[in-house]
């Protein structure tokens, strides 16, 4: 593995969008990557991509090392989250790789993601465009505000590209039902944006969210995700769906970091 060179640190001030973040849950940080880091993002997902698995499968890539735990420990991003969050400090829950290729039609339903997981408080993901993304390949789409509602969505299982098969806790009263937000479109601002390679979207654990099939032919929509805890986040065993999240080391209630989940910014303290 190649170390990181000073020139590969991701540089980005972000410092104009942290109330934009705070307000909608969700940004668009332009031109994010290093050509380093694009290019050596690209080849490791073309190369997990070989294998074969799909979709959902392909997440916690940085526990394979190489190029994946290299970008989320020591790119920088994890500084970008903090700041974005107006935060002290940044653990890293996981990664995946959103691959939807050429034909890949399955569009994402609306979802939200921190439902699924053992953790309570501020959750931010940074979803990395490694191609030109538009509606035609498979834009995500967010309806902005939606992180601030206080709703609790109930989990629901999805098939390989990312549609909907079944719900999770059905009996239990801390969730609620979605709902049909692709029948109500007219009612609500949905927004969403065209990225280049290496530019960034940032949301918010709670933000209502979906991305379009690749409708196209020719043109994948190979994106890369890092899942962040950031200053006040706590695990919280009773909530969520995802076992591969659990952590026997962390008490209920702890601050969300451990040797599973590492810390990767810390502000200097004064
Ligand atoms: O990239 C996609 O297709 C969906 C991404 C998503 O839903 C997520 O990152 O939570």
Redesign the pocket.
Known sequence: MRGVMNKDVLTKDVRDLVQAYNTDGVVVVRNVLTAYWLEALRHAVDHELQKGRR?FANRNMRMEGGVFLDFCLNSGIGRIAADLANARCSSLIFD?I?A?EAGTKTR?GW?T?QPYWPISGPIM?T?IALDPVDDDN?A?EFIPGSHAWGKKYRPFKTGKN?EFLEYFKLDDPQYSDMPDFEAERERHTMVSWDLQPGDLLA?DGFMV???KGNRTSTRP?R?Y?IRFATEGATYQPDQGVAEWLEDETLQPGDAFASVKFPLVYQADLL
Request: hydrophobic share 30%; charged share 15%; proline share 0%.
């Open positions: 979709y995946h959103f939807k994402t979802h993601d993901t979803w498979g995500l990312g949301f969210h979906s991305a929509r994106g995700a």
